[in-house]
């Protein structure tokens, strides 16, 4: 079974420790760009979510590496744009677009 990774501040992984997610990394800015490539690689994670302020701060080619995952689907929180589309996200990780 594939799990829920968090990454983030503890103002950002608090409502989701609540919710019960195991993986949990509340992590300070010289954690976020190690730890996310920790996570990205671990086998057990089918969902990262990180926060958009965070996201903005990991190189580009990390980005890049991030936004282009299915495995894990990569889910950019508390943003706008392109990265934060859920729908495409969700159609990108499935194959199909749910909405039609």
């Given at each position: 079974?594939?799990?829920?990774?968090?990454?983030?501040?503890s103002?950002?992984?608090?409502?989701?420790?609540?919710a019960?997610?195991?993986?949990i990394?509340?992590?300070?800015?010289?954690?976020?760009?190690?730890?996310?490539?920790?996570?990205?690689?671990?086998?057990?994670?089918?969902?990262?979510?990180?926060?958009?302020?965070?996201?903005?701060?990991?190189?580009?080619?990390?980005?890049?590496?991030l936004?282009?995952?299915?495995?894990?689907?990569?889910?950019?929180?508390?943003?706008?744009?392109?990265?934060?589309?859920?729908?495409?996200?969700?159609?990108?990780?499935?194959?199909?677009d749910?909405?039609?």
């Amino acid at each position: 079974m594939m799990e829920l990774a968090v990454i983030g501040n503890s103002d950002f992984v608090t409502g989701f420790r609540l919710a019960g997610i195991k993986k949990i990394y509340e992590i300070s800015d010289e954690q976020l760009e190690p730890t996310v490539e920790v996570v990205f690689e671990d086998p057990e994670v089918g969902i990262l979510v990180i926060h958009d302020d965070d996201f903005s701060k990991l190189p580009q080619m990390l980005r890049d590496a991030l936004n282009d995952s299915v495995e894990p689907t990569v889910m950019i929180l508390g943003g706008t744009g392109e990265s934060s589309n859920l729908r495409e996200k969700i159609k990108q990780s499935v194959g199909v677009d749910l909405w039609k």
